[in-house]
């Protein structure tokens, strides 16, 4: 079905039940499909064709709560104060007043001794404002519900208020507890005496307080654990240096369009995705990828907006913009996981939504059963009214979604991109972890790695014409010999004239010598030039090893060897140990041939290798370790390993990878680093097992804490301040996820004097 998908910001809703009234409303329009999420404050709506957007609106509108599509960034007002600063603002109000009038009369009506000669005048004094304009939000919420038929916490808050204050009224204007010398004293259990002498100020404003509390605190942590998103998608620079015909122009970045060349000095920020077209420098992503390593960028080098240039002045030309950035796009899909809901949040909100009409209905039943055995009004009114407050539902709305807040936001901030809630429980589940090896496992570029000179040639001699040799040609083996030359040997000879053969080598002559670089059985087949028993055995040695060997002649002779090999990353051996230590088992997947893949395989730890994989059949090998019954994960970072992505359990994405690479992924990593995937599955899970425990806590509360209030054994007073903790407890264990820390490594120099990446130690 053709239609839009658009986000639209709900405002009034004050628990998980309203958000479910919403998206219960929603989805009865035809062919609308909606999720709406408490925490977030959103709505994804996906509207057919022949339904507009604003009947959308109208249709939230009239369930009685407000909703307006998102306004464009250059709509907002810089450092104005957003709905949700004047939301914590005006509860932070309300609770400072409420908490300097409530003190007074909590004191007075639960210490004797200080109860003077008409002190119940003077706590309803205080207490009524409390109880009315107070809890002003609850009563206004719960007349808007009961104005469209639905109930939902504030229905009960309110409820719980206003019967106890009702009571108050009744008992000191028609009862005995206006006489002058009435004492009352504090129980936490419900104890019989004559009702009308009973009075419940105290419940009425201190219920008020907590529940205010409860609600402030929770603002302000939704707010915090948003904070993670908000800071990723400021980091883009505000203003930039336009050049355009030799000039220099300050201009706001949103002004730019593609094909403009942009000035970044050392120091400044990169104002958008482009290209290097002068200058050199080192880029800082750290902020963005949460990779450390600076990275050195020259002309035709891709830089990416909101990273920093450390070292000298680049001139840029820019090639996306606006919502086509890398930041925006990955802002893009932060804000899509964390609208999204898992399983077990549907299962919270399913329960949500009738839990209030079955609480208020077991408060009646309490009333009535305590009435029924005699046990008087006192008791009665006392077991009901604490049944209303102990039970609100607003720890279990508040459960998945501030979980996976949080644990998204830091993982944007750690350049790690959960796609959705689904994606936490595949993590879970994922017993088998494949990975490609180009690119993913392997730099994915040739490097000079080993030399076999013959008796009486040095390296350096040997580099030197080999690389001068390599210098015309733009094969990533030659490029690979020539950046290792100037490495070793220097500044390298000119050569005088240049030809190849294409797919075997190159004939140069340099300094008067024709030198002979290429493949060794072109030397010895095309060009008679045997290879010595010493490079014979060299030869072998390195082609078991699973490098490419290039050799290299001249004067008529073989003068030696030199080895090439797509070099492994050297944090992917901690990766693979991380993997197991996770109770993952790896599988390296190359289409490269036994031996090259055996060679890897050795040297990062994996045992199970599927090697001389077609790209079309990496597909077939997920689904046959599926039919094992295993649950599989997939790395890659290739158009050729879309497919897998798509088909394993869980694709996991790199950076460095293809856009159809990501597309299909569940999980993308902004580093190139397969340190990071194993840092990914670890945030997931730890953010999966914190929404268990949250959901866990949430129902533990109301299963053990009802049938106790029910049972008369716990004041109104306690009851609401429990729930108001539950709540803070709930967010509270969600904000912990900022604490989340990668796995930290060391470099330090394995006994063959390659770099290797040693865990130090996770969060």
């Given at each position: 079905?053709?239609?839009?998908?658009?986000?639209?910001?709900?405002?009034?809703?004050?628990?998980?039940?309203?958000?479910?009234?919403?998206?219960?409303?929603?989805?009865?329009?035809?062919?609308?499909?909606?999720?709406?999420?408490?925490?977030?404050?959103?709505?994804?709506?996906f509207?057919?064709?022949?339904?507009?957007?604003?009947?959308?609106?109208?249709?939230?509108?009239?369930?009685?709560?407000?909703?307006?599509?998102?306004?464009?960034?250059?709509?907002?007002?810089?450092?104005?104060?957003?709905?949700?600063?004047?939301?914590?603002?005006?509860?932070?109000?309300?609770?400072?007043?409420?908490?300097?009038?409530?003190?007074?009369?909590?004191?007075?009506?639960?210490?004797?001794?200080?109860?003077?000669?008409?002190?119940?005048?003077?706590?309803?004094?205080?207490?009524?404002?409390?109880?009315?304009?107070?809890a002003?939000?609850?009563?206004?919420?719960?007349?808007?519900n009961?104005?469209?038929?639905?109930?939902t916490?504030?229905?009960?808050?309110?409820?719980?208020?206003?019967?106890?204050?009702?009571?108050?009224l009744?008992?000191?204007?028609?009862?005995?507890?206006?006489?002058?010398?009435?004492?009352?004293?504090?129980?936490?259990?419900?104890?019989?005496?004559?009702?009308?002498?009973?009075?419940?100020?105290?419940?009425?404003?201190?219920?008020?307080?907590?529940?205010?509390?409860?609600?402030?605190?929770?603002?302000?942590?939704?707010?915090?654990?948003?904070?993670?998103?908000?800071?990723?998608?400021?980091?883009?620079?505000?203003?930039?240096?336009?050049?355009?015909?030799?000039?220099?122009?300050?201009?706001?970045?949103?002004?730019?369009?593609v094909?403009?060349?942009?000035?970044?000095?050392p120091?400044?920020?990169?104002?958008?995705?482009?290209?290097v077209?002068?200058?050199?420098?080192?880029?800082?992503?750290?902020?963005?990828?949460?990779?450390?390593?600076?990275?050195?960028?020259?002309?035709?080098?891709?830089?990416?907006?909101?990273?920093?240039?450390?070292?000298?002045?680049?001139?840029?030309?820019?090639?996306?913009?606006?919502?086509?950035?890398?930041?925006?796009?990955?802002?893009?899909?932060?804000?899509?996981?964390?609208?999204?809901?898992?399983?077990?949040?549907?299962?919270?909100?399913?329960?949500?939504?009738?839990?209030?009409?079955?609480?208020?209905?077991?408060?009646?039943?309490?009333l009535?059963?305590?009435?029924?055995?005699?046990?008087?009004?006192?008791?009665?009114?006392?077991?009901?009214?604490a049944?209303?407050?102990?039970?609100?539902?607003?720890?279990?709305?508040?459960?998945?979604?501030?979980?996976?807040?949080?644990?998204?936001?830091?993982?944007?901030?750690?350049?790690?991109?959960?796609?959705?809630?689904?994606?936490?429980?595949?993590?879970?589940?994922?017993?088998?972890?494949?990975?490609?090896?180009?690119?993913?496992?392997?730099?994915?570029?040739?490097?000079?790695?080993?030399?076999?000179?013959?008796?009486?040639?040095?390296?350096?001699?040997?580099?030197?014409?080999?690389?001068?040799?390599?210098t015309?040609?733009?094969?990533?083996?030659?490029?690979?010999?020539?950046?290792?030359?100037?490495?070793?040997?220097?500044?390298?000879?000119?050569?005088?004239?240049?030809?190849?053969?294409?797919?075997?080598?190159?004939?140069?002559?340099?300094?008067?010598?024709?030198?002979?670089?290429?493949?060794?059985?072109?030397?010895?087949?095309?060009?008679?030039?045997?290879?010595?028993?010493?490079?014979?055995a060299?030869?072998?040695?390195?082609?078991?090893?699973?490098?490419?060997?290039?050799?290299?002649?001249?004067?008529?002779?073989?003068?030696?060897?030199?080895?090439?090999s797509?070099?492994?990353?050297?944090?992917?051996?901690?990766?693979?140990?991380?993997?197991?230590?996770?109770?993952?088992?790896?599988?390296?997947?190359?289409?490269?041939?036994?031996?090259?893949?055996?060679?890897?395989?050795?040297?990062?730890?994996?045992?199970?290798?599927?090697?001389?994989?077609?790209?079309?059949?990496?597909?077939?090998i997920?689904?046959?370790?599926?039919?094992?019954?295993?649950?599989?994960?997939?790395?890659?970072?290739?158009?050729?390993?879309?497919?897998?992505?798509?088909?394993?359990?869980?694709?996991?994405?790199?950076?460095?990878?293809?856009?159809?690479?990501?597309?299909?992924?569940?999980?993308?990593?902004?580093?190139?680093?397969?340190?990071?995937?194993?840092d990914?599955?670890?945030?997931?899970?730890?953010?999966?097992a914190?929404i268990?425990?949250?959901?866990?806590w949430?129902?533990?509360?109301?299963?053990?804490?009802?049938?106790?209030?029910?049972?008369?054994?716990?004041?109104?007073?306690?009851?609401?301040?429990?729930?108001?903790?539950?709540?803070?407890?709930?967010?509270?264990?969600?904000?912990?996820?900022?604490?989340?820390r990668?796995?930290?490594?060391?470099?330090?120099?394995?006994?063959?004097?390659?770099?290797?990446?040693?865990?130090?130690?996770?969060?």
């Open positions: 079905m053709s239609g839009q998908q658009v986000d639209l910001l709900v405002g009034g809703m004050t628990c998980a039940s309203c958000a479910a009234r919403i998206e219960k409303k929603l989805n009865r329009m035809p062919g609308v499909e909606a999720s709406v999420n408490y925490a977030t404050e959103k709505a994804s709506v509207v057919p064709d022949g339904t507009t957007i604003e009947q959308a609106i109208a249709v939230i509108v009239e369930t009685g709560y407000t909703a307006e599509r998102p306004r464009p960034p250059e709509a907002e007002v810089p450092d104005a104060p957003t709905e949700q600063d004047r939301e914590v603002a005006g509860l932070r109000q309300r609770l400072i007043v409420s908490g300097v009038l409530a003190a007074p009369v909590l004191l007075l009506s639960m210490i004797p001794p200080l109860q003077f000669t008409n002190w119940q005048w003077l706590a309803l004094t205080l207490a009524a404002p409390v109880a009315v304009w107070g002003w939000p609850f009563h206004r919420a719960a007349w808007t009961l104005r469209h038929g639905a109930a916490m504030d229905t009960l808050i309110s409820i719980g208020v206003l019967a106890a204050l009702g009571w108050s009744f008992a000191l204007f028609f009862g005995t507890a206006g006489m002058p010398g009435m004492t009352m004293s504090f129980s936490l259990t419900a104890s019989p005496k004559g009702g009308a002498a009973e009075i419940y100020l105290e419940v009425a404003s201190a219920v008020t307080v907590f529940i205010l509390a409860g609600r402030y605190f929770e603002a302000r942590a939704k707010k915090q654990s948003g904070a993670a998103l908000k800071a990723l998608l400021e980091l883009g620079a505000k203003e930039t240096t336009l050049l355009r015909d030799g000039v220099e122009t300050n201009v706001p970045t949103a002004s730019l369009v094909g403009d060349h942009f000035v970044v000095r120091g400044e920020k990169i104002a958008t995705d482009g290209t077209t002068e200058g050199n420098s080192a880029i800082d992503a750290s902020m963005l990828t949460g990779e450390s390593v600076p990275v050195e960028v020259g002309p035709g080098a891709a830089v990416v907006g909101a990273t920093l240039n450390s070292g000298g002045r680049l001139v840029v030309r820019a090639t996306r913009i606006g919502a086509d950035t890398q930041l925006a796009q990955l802002g893009h899909l932060v804000e899509q996981a964390q609208t999204g809901k898992a399983e077990v949040q549907r299962l919270a909100d399913r329960v949500s939504a009738v839990f209030v009409p079955i609480v208020i209905a077991l408060s009646l039943a309490t009535a059963v305590w009435l029924l055995i005699g046990a008087g009004p006192v008791v009665a009114f006392t077991a009901a009214v049944t209303l407050i102990i039970a609100c539902p607003c720890a279990l709305g508040l459960a998945t979604p501030t979980a996976l807040l949080v644990g998204t936001g830091r993982g944007a901030q750690l350049g790690i991109l959960i796609k959705g809630p689904q994606v936490l429980e595949s993590t879970r589940r994922v017993d088998t972890i494949v990975l490609d090896k180009t690119g993913t496992v392997t730099t994915g570029r040739m490097t000079l790695v080993a030399t076999a000179p013959v008796s009486g040639v040095t390296e350096e001699e040997l580099l030197g014409l080999a690389g001068a040799a390599e015309g040609s733009e094969h990533p083996i030659a490029q690979a010999i020539v950046s290792g030359a100037r490495e070793r040997s220097g500044e390298l000879p000119a050569p005088e004239s240049f030809a190849s053969t294409d797919g075997l080598g190159v004939q140069v002559l340099i300094d008067g010598r024709v030198v002979l670089v290429g493949r060794p059985r072109w030397l010895t087949e095309q060009w008679a030039i045997p290879l010595t028993s010493e490079l014979q060299a030869l072998s040695s390195f082609e078991d090893q699973g490098r490419t060997v290039v050799a290299v002649a001249w004067d008529g002779h073989a003068k030696g060897l030199i080895a090439v797509d070099t492994v990353k050297d944090t992917s051996a901690a990766a693979i140990a991380e993997f197991r230590r996770l109770g993952l088992r790896p599988v390296l997947l190359t289409g490269d041939n036994a031996t090259v893949a055996a060679s890897v395989a050795a040297e990062v730890g994996i045992t199970e290798v599927r090697a001389g994989v077609l790209p079309a059949e990496k597909a077939a997920i689904r046959q370790l599926q039919g094992e019954g295993r649950v599989v994960a997939m790395v890659g970072d290739g158009v050729n390993d879309a497919v897998a992505l798509a088909t394993a359990d869980l694709g996991i994405a790199m950076g460095s990878g293809t856009d159809v690479a990501i597309e299909a992924s569940d999980l993308t990593l902004v580093r190139s680093n397969l340190v990071a995937a194993a990914a599955i670890r945030l997931s899970r730890r953010t999966l914190t268990k425990a949250n959901l866990f949430a129902f533990a509360y109301n299963v053990a804490a009802i049938p106790l209030a029910m049972l008369g054994l716990l004041n109104p007073l306690i009851a609401g301040g429990a729930m108001a903790l539950s709540s803070v407890f709930v967010v509270s264990n969600s904000l912990r996820l900022r604490s989340f990668g796995l930290n490594l060391t470099i330090t120099a394995s006994p063959t004097g390659v770099p290797v990446a040693v865990p130090i130690g996770v969060d």
